[in-house]
């Protein structure tokens, strides 16, 4: 077949995931061209939730999909949004790495021995809110950049503590600095942490052959029912919801919470259900969460 073109975000953590499937492509010897596309997020130095987070890091992208100008997009599958766009699909959703979040500090071995009052940085209302959920003691600061801007924010002394996504570490080479592995019992990732999304013309189907051996069942199952929830609590990928999907004992578990901004109530469901039901197992988690009261939480969220 002739080249395949992979479109992408310039950032550094982008750059790690075009070039992973860039390798697994070229070992099946297939010729490849990597196109690196600026998006709405890529341009802005805002609050993600002020300026729209459903998309701002996929749009362009996506259109550049459409436009024929790329044969295919690699995503985050946590900056996805869950509703599909007309002509795209979701061809392959690779073996997921690590969806834990981390803390990293220079004053503390972990979140329990943060000083009173300690600041943390986070841009992610999910964290803020699971975090004060434990220790309503500390200050949550947001902050903004890519992984190096906040790291060195950091290092500059303007917070006591920041959290991140492991798998982002890690595919950086920065996996050093992680302080602490935060557990899924005090913070549950966002929708799709960890994992890749990579999306073709749905009428593609000669590229939907070469990304075929990249699709692992087992994470793809997992992410659909994650997404599956999302898509049914109408939230974005900004909002406080947290949850993890696994295989346990060959059946897929779902765990999920929803939070107040300032962690002060926490809504929490789990069920299980056959692989192929992970759509399904989304939705009856989320009915869950909505009889507990979650779309107060959730429009509470929206107006803050």
């Known amino acids: 077949m002739t080249t395949v073109r992979i479109g992408t975000r310039g950032s550094a953590l982008a750059r790690w995931q075009a070039d992973w499937v860039s390798d697994q492509l070229k070992s099946q010897g297939v010729d490849v061209e990597i196109v690196f596309i600026t998006t709405v997020g890529d341009a802005t130095s805002g609050p993600i939730g002020q300026i729209g987070g459903q998309g701002i890091f996929t749009k362009e992208v996506q259109r550049a999909v459409l436009k024929q100008e790329v044969d295919l997009a690699v995503h985050s599958l946590k900056d ?48 803020q809110a699971q975090l004060l959920a434990a220790r309503p003691d500390l200050q949550l600061l947001g902050i903004r950049g890519n992984v190096d801007t906040r790291l060195r924010k950091l290092d500059d002394g303007e917070y006591d503590a920041i959290l991140l996504a492991e798998a982002g570490l890690r595919r950086l080479g920065l996996g050093e600095r992680i302080t602490e592995v ?9 929708v799709g942490q960890g994992a890749l999304g990579i999306e073709t013309r749905v009428d593609d189907e000669l ?15 997992c992410t659909a029912a994650e997404r599956s929830l999302l898509r049914s609590l109408h939230g974005g990928c900004s909002a406080p919801i947290g949850a993890a999907a696994q295989v346990v004992d060959q059946q897929l ?31 009856s988690v989320a009915l869950s969460l909505f ?9 509470s969220a929206r107006d803050s």
Request: aromatic letters at 0%.
């Open 207 to 221: 590229t939907h052959q070469v990304l075929e051996p990249l699709d692992d069942a087992e994470t793809r199952a």
């Open 253 to 283: 578990q779902l765990s999920a919470v929803v939070l107040s901004p300032d962690g002060s109530t926490r809504l929490t469901a789990q069920q299980h259900a056959e692989r192929e039901n992970a759509e399904e197992l989304g939705r």
């Open 80 to 127: 996805l949004p869950t509703e599909s766009v007309p002509g795209l699909e979701l061809s392959a959703v690779p073996v997921r790495a690590s969806s834990s979040d981390v803390l990293v500090s220079a004053v503390s071995d972990g979140w329990q021995s943060l000083p009173e009052g300690a600041r943390v940085g986070t841009g992610s209302v999910r964290r």
């Open 182 to 190: 935060l557990t899924h019992d005090l913070m549950l990732p966002a």
């Open 291 to 299: 009889e507990q009261g979650a779309e107060g939480l959730l429009q």
